[in-house]
């Protein structure tokens, strides 16, 4: 149990007088992942607290702060001065002054929105080159040739030399903010935030006594290696994983002497130097959580000309079923909410923070949900668009009443466009109904953006062909694609039953990554994906709008109409 600072008052609930201890809470969002809007976890674990009478709360966006310090003038005049040589980067601290500007202004055309965002990454291209541990670009962050094992985490958090994560943070961590909180929560939800936040956690520890607790669908997928590693828990005092509403208002309460730690639902902690997990299990009830509070966040300093804000209808997904999939291990099973609740929510983001573009985090949207939806948000007046399946439901007229409503994106796993894979992926839909979505989509001028991947276990060359052709076939209907090969994850179907799908399981050194290394008889080899994803690439994807944009998909989800971004295409396929 932890001295808190006790300098207990009364507060007045609606029922009822409470003892409340003045904990103070530091939410912070480490980086790094896309910086285009802020993201929904904090928010959601918030409103939870404050709904409970906790209100002694900060939160800190880190990621959007890391890149802002990054492409900083200060920082990129260092950088130029060393690298004089590299032509390359003579303008770059222009370059990338006007870049920021552009990007975050409302009248940017996607064009313009595009060549500021190749500026932004050729800064981060410099930054990376010289960075000694990290390759950094606008939505991802890759190691140089080091694994993610316990020695190099370590070897690496600790150099507060070239670690620019450390000097990222030593500069700005507000030492009296710290100093005044009693627990710094971290939410960890890719994997390309670990090691930041690893770097984090172990500064925080160097310069107060703080208890830290981390969470995050991330750690989440650990959820069977948190027992064996103890060294997670050298820089953090608690791990939550799963849903961190319920769990995290019962550590206050057992940080305020009212509950045992036993008792602190989803929770890992330490004992007696071994790492122990309470017994309890907790879920939210999706219909009575609060609505996510986004205090704290300066929208302008995100790289976005418009504000956006994620919403939720609902928890998990309601398929569920798809093989390789593991979106859903961390949510356990699909809980919804009334599209009413939804609005309302709505209604509150654009009043109060001025909001009129939505962008829905769910896996997939329901067609009933976005029937209801396109009912209701109509007199919103925000744009909106949203994750949807191929369904049958999503008829022509369902379609045309959506974009009606504002709805003007929507992103969709395609996957593969052969029925049998389709079959064998488990993603219950079919070529047929493809084709009419899309169709019905493209009539409706809504923007469709899908994503497939190749050489699932069992696939041919044929078929993986087949999908490409799919894809020249309706290139004219749709805004862009993203493409990649195949990729086991953990707590996938296929990761827990690899012998229904002839897939060997290879040894895995690293408990941090999540991608599996396997070896199938029946899978495309590496180069023959790459071959086929070359083809993709130059006689196809530049068929599409360039990647740089379509990997923002929360930018244009809600932004850009389908005329703007037609505009965009061009047409020049060569392909055979
Ligand atoms: S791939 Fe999408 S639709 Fe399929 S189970 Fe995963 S989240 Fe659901």
């Known amino acids: 149990m932890i001295a808190l ?40 674990l918030i409103a939870f607290l ?11 966006d880190l ?10 003038n200060e920082y990129l005049e260092i950088l130029v001065k060393k690298y004089r040589y590299h032509r390359k980067y003579k303008n770059i601290i222009k370059d990338t002054k006007s870049a920021k500007h552009q990007i975050r202004n409302n009248s940017v055309t996607p064009k313009e929105y595009a060549a500021a965002k190749e500026r932004i990454i050729s800064a981060l291209e410099l930054v990376s080159l010289d960075s000694e541990y990290f390759n950094l670009s606008f939505n991802n962050l890759t190691y140089k040739g080091i694994d993610v094992s316990e020695d190099s985490i370590e070897k690496i958090i600790a150099d507060e030399h070239l670690n620019i994560y450390a000097v990222f943070f030593r500069k700005i961590l507000d030492r009296s903010i710290l100093m005044s909180s009693d ?55 608690y791990i939550i994983t799963g849903e961190g509403e319920t769990p995290l208002y019962s550590l206050h309460q057992y940080l305020n002497n009212n509950k045992r730690i036993e008792e602190v639902e989803n929770l890992y902690f330490i004992q007696g130097g071994i790492v122990r997990k309470s017994c309890k299990v907790s879920y939210e ?50 809980r919804t909410r009334s599209s ?36 209701m948000i109509s007199d919103c007046k925000v744009r909106w668009g949203s994750q949807i399946r191929f369904e049958q439901e999503i008829t022509r007229d369902l379609c045309i009443n959506l974009k009606k409503s504002g709805y003007t994106n929507t992103l969709i796993g395609l996957e593969s466009a052969n029925d049998n894979i389709l079959t064998l992926m488990g993603k219950g839909t079919n070529l047929k109904t493809i084709y009419q979505v899309i169709d019905n989509l493209y009539n409706a001028k809504i923007n469709i953006w899908l994503m497939f991947f190749l050489g699932f276990p069992g696939e041919s060359y044929n078929e993986a062909e087949n999908t490409l052709n799919f894809i020249k076939n309706v290139q ?46 029946q899978a495309l080899t590496d180069e023959q994906i790459g071959v086929l994803l070359d083809i993709y690439r130059k006689k196809i994807a530049s068929n599409l709008i360039d990647l740089v944009l379509s990997n923002s998909h929360g930018m ?21």
């Open 183 to 237: 627990v710094v929560c971290i939410s960890i939800n890719y994997e390309t935030q670990l090691l930041p936040a690893i770097t984090l956690a172990r500064l925080v520890k160097k310069i107060s006594d703080v208890k830290i607790c981390a969470g995050g669908s991330y750690l989440t997928h650990l959820n069977d290696e948190i027992l064996t590693l103890p060294y997670l828990f050298k820089y953090m005092d």
């Open 476 to 521: 004219n209907k749709i805004v862009s694609t993203y493409g990649t090969g195949f990729v086991l994850t953990k707590n996938s179907y296929i990761h827990s039953h690899p012998d229904e799908y002839r897939v060997e399981i290879g040894k895995q050194n690293d408990y941090f990554i999540l991608q599996v290394p396997f070896k199938s008889q």
């Open 556 to 576: 244009f989800f809600s932004y850009y109409d389908f005329k703007q971004l037609s505009l965009l295409k061009t047409q020049k396929s060569d392909y055979e």
């Open 285 to 334: 009830i999706v219909k009575e959580l609060p609505t996510p509070d986004f205090k704290d966040i300066v929208f302008n300093k995100y790289f976005s000309p418009i504000k956006i804000l994620p919403i939720y209808h609902s928890r998990g997904c309601y398929w569920n079923k798809c093989k390789f999939c593991s979106h859903t291990y961390s949510y356990s099973h699909y």
């Open 5 to 44: 600072r006790h300098d207990y008052h009364w507060h007045l609930n609606t029922k009822n007088y409470y003892y409340l201890a003045k904990v103070n809470y530091l939410f912070v969002t480490p980086p790094q992942f896309e910086p285009s809007y802020p993201s929904l976890a904090i928010p959601c």
């Open 63 to 72: 990621n959007v702060d890391s890149y802002n310090y990054f492409i900083s």
């Open 340 to 375: 009413q609740s939804v609005v309302n929510d709505i209604k509150k983001y654009k009043s109060k923070y001025d909001c009129q573009s939505f962008y829905f985090v769910d896996e997939a949207l329901h067609p009933m949900q976005l029937e209801s939806l396109s009912e």
């Open 50 to 60: 404050k709904k409970n009478g906790v209100e002694r709360i900060i939160h800190k």
